[in-house]
């Protein structure tokens, strides 16, 4: 009987954070506010200046980034990868 309660709660407890998954709604909406940095689950962090550099699609974002070689690279993000955006206040763009 215990077991079966603790997976109930696990169970609980994933189809909450499913909910909590980024859409494509919010993220455009967070890349029209202005700059914003995306964190993925793996901790790579992808810093977003301009909505214009960003391509947002149901399942993914198609991003435009400057690698570290100065050359311009695209990036696909799966939206469920998403850990956080969060607006970058007081950058210049």
């Known amino acids: 009987m215990r077991i079966a309660f603790d997976l109930s709660r696990q169970l609980r407890a994933t ?3 499913a909910f ?3 859409d494509r709604s919010t993220l455009i909406e967070a890349l029209r506010r202005g700059p914003v940095r995306i964190t993925m ?4 962090i992808f810093n977003v200046p ?12 198609y991003l435009v980034t400057l690698a570290d070689d100065g050359k ?3 990036r696909y993000l799966s939206l469920v990868c998403m850990v956080s955006v969060e607006e970058l206040v007081g950058s210049t763009s």
């Open 72 to 74: 311009w690279r695209g």
């Open 50 to 61: 301009s909505i214009e550099l960003c391509a947002v699609t149901d399942i993914a974002a």
């Open 41 to 44: 689950n793996d901790g790579s």
């Open 15 to 17: 189809v909450k954070w």
């Open 20 to 22: 909590d998954l980024m």
